[in-house]
């Protein structure tokens, strides 16, 4: 089963951190590119972070240097490290695999008060 599976979202105040993990059931990051992509209300989803198979992480300029993507192949599990949040950052935070799986995770949710 492809399966990816978000959680550690919540509601912070600006300043404050967060970690989202990516539980990731029949993907082999061996060959896979992940990605966080985000999605604030009324707004498209974008990218902000992906990591290749090859470790090769690229960020979206609005969170470079806040925020660190990673992987641990042991547990196939992505992370994303989220710190000095902003209220800019509020939105629903989805998982997704590259390559031969194409798979979205539910999302979870970032609010982020000012």
């Known amino acids: 089963q492809v399966q990816l599976v978000e959680s550690g979202g919540g509601l912070v105040q600006a300043g404050e951190s967060l970690r989202l993990s990516c539980a990731a059931s029949?993907?082999?990051?061996?060959?896979?590119?992940m990605n966080w992509y985000r999605q604030a209300p009324e707004k498209a989803r974008e990218l902000v972070a992906r990591?290749?198979?090859?470790?090769?992480?690229t960020y979206a300029d609005s969170v470079k240097g806040r925020f660190t993507i990673s992987r641990d192949g042991a547990k196939n599990t992505l992370f994303l490290q989220m710190n000095s949040l902003e209220p800019e950052d509020t939105a629903v935070y989805y998982c997704?695999?590259?390559?031969?799986?194409?798979?979205w995770g539910q999302g979870t949710q970032v609010t982020v008060s000012s």
């Open positions: 029949g993907i082999s990051f061996r060959i896979a590119t």
């Open positions: 990591i290749t198979s090859r470790g090769s992480i």
């Open positions: 997704n695999a590259d390559g031969p799986y194409y798979v």
